[in-house]
């Protein structure tokens, strides 16, 4: 999990425990058991931002995790 970014970020929902990552095949966001292949962001305020609109749409915010 070595990036060239100081900071790295991922999305996690409280409710199973899953981290979200963006399905290939139609662009949806799917829950994943591993935080390696989950959607990566490299700014703390790009996460949250994204995890609050995720929150406006399903109903459940997921929690920042700073990898």
Request: overall charge negative; glycine content about 6%; hydrophobic content about 35%.
């Amino acid at each position: 999990m070595l990036t060239q970014y100081a900071e790295r970020y991922v999305l996690r929902t409280e409710s199973d425990g899953c981290y979200l990552c963006v399905n290939d095949a139609n662009q949806s966001i799917k829950s994943i058991d591993s935080p390696d292949n989950a959607w990566t962001f490299h700014t703390h305020d790009g996460a949250v931002t994204h995890a609050l609109w995720i929150g406006e749409v399903h109903g459940e915010t997921p929690d920042v995790v700073k990898i």
